[in-house]
């Protein structure tokens, strides 16, 4: 930034002072012009024709340097067939004239003539009343006086144009550190969260780098809750396999004759752990998915047919709009409605109806069944891994506590309260409605 300022600040003051310069040469050499134009007009003024025929002057010009020889300043008057009438200033000198070329007008040029010095010349053609002749007037002053002005005025235009260049870099290196400054507190304070001494990012920060501040802490709170989320997802998953795995080896280790039967059982009951917690992984891994989408009444048909084959004494009846979707995975829609009414046939009293309905921002499925439900204040406590309340069923007491962490990993809820019109559980599941 300090350096694409700096190369801004030198175009700028190149392009600014190439211009002024211009325009400062421009109006010091008209200035100077415009004292030989005052010149020649005098010598026009004063000038007369003699008895003999010659040009005179009226009186002598004013200005002494052209009484002084080599002063610099000279004057010249030519006719032809005529004597020039140069100043004394010129002395064994004169003026180059090309009378052949008729000067009209007033003419300025500079000229080489003379070996020492650059002369300014200013001429013109007049002719004087009382003379067929015409006279060429011509003034000269060595452009050593105009050259050293230049000099000066570009040598002040230059100190003064690097002294405003080198402060406004300077001002705009100060503006960069003072205005990038805050972002260095934040690599300090990202440096402490990495260290450990602190949890956010919780400095004192101006208001157009604060969103990027909190965008951040809000990274860092989402890493601690996926952390938190794979230890309780490891928690779960230990805890699921223990028990089979208990039960694995005091058969193998009593000789049990039904060894192979067990395993088997068992082992049926540690993937079915597996697979739920690869899904709440899938969950995890999805949430926020863009694509997220799932359709409820298909979901529940399918989910219905398979507790349908499991619990054939069952009846599950479903009622609510069909045209809704969630923004959840159907494979994850799947498993939270397979465990709810898998669980309602279960432990039931063998009448499920499942009911859909729009809530917006959310769509909401109450499951319902006819069994001796769940006292109130055992209903945030079943929520809890590993927690039975009917021990007499199998089961490992994870499903409620899988289907409340992949719905709120989707921003959903679950709640449990009495069903009025089954008089058993009614379990109301809550998910963000898909646009």
Do not use: C
């Amino acid at each position: 930034m300090i350096g694409v300022a700096a190369l801004w600040i030198l175009l700028l003051l190149s392009g600014g002072g190439y211009a002024l310069d211009r325009v400062l040469v421009g109006a010091v050499t008209r200035n100077f012009d415009g004292n030989l134009d005052y010149v020649l007009t005098a010598m026009i003024v004063q000038a007369d024709i003699g008895p003999d025929g010659e040009v005179r002057f009226l009186r002598p010009l004013a200005d002494q340097r052209f009484l002084e020889p080599g002063s610099g300043l000279y004057w010249q008057i030519a006719g032809k067939g005529h004597d020039l009438f140069p100043s004394r200033s010129l002395w064994d000198q004169t003026l180059v004239v090309n009378l052949n070329k008729r000067v009209p007008d007033v003419v300025t040029y500079d000229s080489k003539q003379f070996r020492d010095e650059v002369l300014r010349v200013r001429e013109r053609d007049v002719k004087l009343p009382g003379s067929n002749t015409v006279w060429r007037f011509q003034v000269a002053e060595s452009r050593d006086t105009l050259d050293d002005q230049i000099a000066i005025l570009r040598k002040t235009m230059v100190r003064s144009f690097a002294i405003l260049g080198i402060g406004l870099i300077l001002m705009s290196a100060m503006q960069t550190i003072y205005g990038l400054w805050p972002l260095r507190k934040v690599r300090l304070a990202i440096a402490g969260v990495r260290s450990g001494r602190f949890s956010r990012v919780d400095v004192k920060l101006p208001v157009e780098i604060r969103p990027m501040v909190e965008e951040l802490n809000d990274l860092l709170a989402h890493n601690e809750k996926q952390a938190e989320e794979a230890r309780t997802h490891a928690g779960n998953l230990a805890h699921a396999l223990k028990t089979p795995l208990t039960v694995i080896m005091n058969e193998a280790t009593a000789r049990s004759p039904d060894l192979n039967a067990t395993v088997m059982r068992e082992a049926r009951t540690m993937r079915r752990q597996v697979d739920h917690h690869l899904a709440r992984a899938r969950a995890v891994g999805r949430r926020g998915s863009a694509q997220s989408r799932a359709d409820v009444w298909a979901s529940l048909q399918a989910v219905e047919r398979a507790v349908d084959r499991l619990f054939p004494e069952a009846v599950i009846d479903l009622d609510g709009e069909k045209g809704l979707a969630v923004r959840v995975e159907r494979q994850d829609l799947d498993e939270l409605l397979g465990n709810l009414m898998e669980n309602a046939a279960k432990y039931g009293g063998g009448r499920v109806f499942a009911t859909v309905s729009a809530r917006a921002p959310m769509v909401e499925i109450m499951i319902e069944d006819d069994g001796r439900g769940i006292p109130e204040t055992d209903r945030e406590k079943i929520f809890e891994r590993g927690v039975r309340l009917d021990t007499g069923k199998p089961g490992t007491g994870l499903g409620l506590a899988i289907v409340r962490d992949v719905a709120e990993i989707y921003g959903g809820t679950v709640a449990l309260e009495e069903s009025e019109d089954l008089g058993g559980l009614l379990v109301r599941l809550s998910l963000p409605a898909a646009v």
